[in-house]
């Protein structure tokens, strides 16, 4: 099970956190402060899964982006790091070619997405339409469909 799940900037600064277990905000700044240093100092070539503490660390880079997940010592990373690419797949798909500033300015749909994506910490759904599928509806519902949007969500 996932403990949290983080995107994080070259610079440490966190654009979404999701915490599935309750961390006081004590410890979540420590947490988010050693992850960012441990993570962000990796040299490229190393592993992207890491025993940290009580945890293990799952990360992947995508541009600008570290997105890392703490899961169980025993859960499966290579299934975690598959997560990891269907969310930013996702995100990429929903958002056009995603870049940071889409998850700063669009964080609600983010986690829409993510949420779409995981329940309590556990892949909910492994299909890369259904997110997909349920933040377009969301966005039909409030009138206001994106324009990259396929055609079949655009009212007439």
């Not at 050693?34 to 490229?44: G, L, S």
């Not at 983010?110 to 599928?133: C, F, M, T, V, W």
């Amino acid at each position: 099970m996932m403990q949290y799940f983080l995107l994080v900037n070259r610079q440490g600064v966190v654009r979404l956190a999701k915490w599935f277990q309750p961390y006081s905000q004590k410890d979540r700044n420590k947490i988010l402060r050693e992850i960012t240093n441990f993570v962000i100092t990796r040299q490229n070539k190393m592993c992207n899964f890491v025993e940290w503490k009580d945890v293990k660390l799952v990360y992947k880079r995508y541009a600008s982006l570290y997105a890392v997940v703490a899961i169980d010592p025993d859960d499966n990373e290579l299934i975690t790091l598959d997560m990891l690419h269907l969310y930013v797949e996702t995100l990429d798909r929903y958002f056009g070619n995603v870049c940071e500033l889409d998850i700063i300015f669009n964080f609600h749909r983010a986690y829409y997405i993510l949420d779409e994506i995981l329940l309590g910490g556990e892949l909910q759904d492994s299909n890369k339409r259904a997110p997909l599928h349920a933040a377009y509806e969301g966005d039909a519902l409030a009138e206001k469909v994106p324009e990259y949007a396929p055609k079949s969500y655009h009212r007439k």
